[in-house]
C-alpha cells in the first residue's frame, strides 16, 4: 500500500472517531486514539481550523502582536494555551 492510500485512509479514520466522539458513541474516551490526543501545539492551518478562522487572519493576529507562535526549527506553531488566551479575551457579545 503506498503512502498516499495510508495517509487518506488515516484521515478517514480520524474522521470517522471524531464524528463518533462528537455524537457520543464513545462518552469520556478520548485516548481511544492519537486524534483524541489533548494537542499543545497546532499549525497555523490547524490552529485555523480549530477556531474557526482563516489562516490570514491569524496570521494578521500574529503581526499586531494578538498571538504569539514558537518555531520547532523553522516551523512556526501556536500553542493551545495561546489559542484558550485568545479566545477568551474576545467580548461576549456582539460589537454593533
Known amino acids: 500500500m503506498d503512502f498516499v492510500r495510508?495517509?487518506?485512509?488515516?484521515d478517514i479514520l480520524r474522521t470517522f472517531c471524531g464524528l463518533a466522539a462528537r455524537l457520543g458513541a464513545m462518552p469520556g474516551r478520548n485516548d481511544c486514539c492519537s486524534c483524541?490526543?489533548?494537542?499543545l501545539a497546532f499549525t497555523y492551518p490547524e490552529a485555523a481550523n480549530a477556531v474557526g478562522?482563516?489562516?490570514r487572519t491569524l496570521q494578521r493576529l500574529v503581526e499586531r502582536g494578538e498571538l504569539a507562535v514558537k518555531y520547532i526549527g523553522s516551523k512556526p506553531v501556536i500553542l493551545a494555551a495561546e489559542l484558550d488566551?485568545?479566545?477568551n479575551s474576545l467580548p461576549s457579545d456582539v460589537r454593533p
Open 6 to 10: 495510508v495517509d487518506l485512509l488515516a
Open 36 to 39: 483524541h490526543a489533548t494537542k
Open 85 to 87: 488566551a485568545w479566545l
Open 53 to 55: 478562522v482563516s489562516v
